[in-house]
């Protein structure tokens, strides 16, 4: 059974604050739990988008995506997507736009409301840990996240 809402971060664990993306949803799974209200709701992660994660928003209601960012404004950017082939699109790793974009093109339809939660990250170094600051916007965006459940209601 498919749950209406996905929650999907990508990153690197052993590469400093490229992190963020697998440990939000590590985290979100244990937040969650604590509010059944909520319904539903599958979480996924990976080491980075890829054409075949298109197949992972079949049958969704909304999708939210979360990746670590040197340009996001700190703690977080929290912003609506749409499906667009950008440069990505033919390259091993992909922007969620372009698997958007994927997903409209096999299934001949719009893709369920997609948001992406970038948040702020600072090192990217193989071997680092989490930096105080990504520390504290994984904080901030968990709390950003528990609000857009309740706003895409």
Known sequence: MISPTLVF????????????????????????????????IDCLTDFQ?????????????RVLFVDASLDAAPPYTLARIEAAR???????AMSPQAVLKVFADIDDGEPPPCWLLAIRAE??????????????????????????????D
């Open 9 to 40: 971060g990508w990153g690197n664990p052993s590469r400093g604050d490229d992190a963020l993306g697998p440990l939000f949803v590590e985290h979100f799974i244990a937040l969650a739990a604590r509010h059944p209200e909520w319904g539903a």
């Open 86 to 92: 950008d440069t990505s699109f033919t390259t091993h």
């Open 123 to 152: 090192r990217f170094e193989l071997g680092e840990p989490l930096s105080a600051a990504a520390k504290d916007n994984l904080a901030a965006a968990l709390e950003a996240a528990a609000d857009w459940i309740a706003a895409t």
């Open 49 to 61: 988008l890829q054409v075949e994660h298109a197949l992972d928003l079949q049958g969704r209601r």
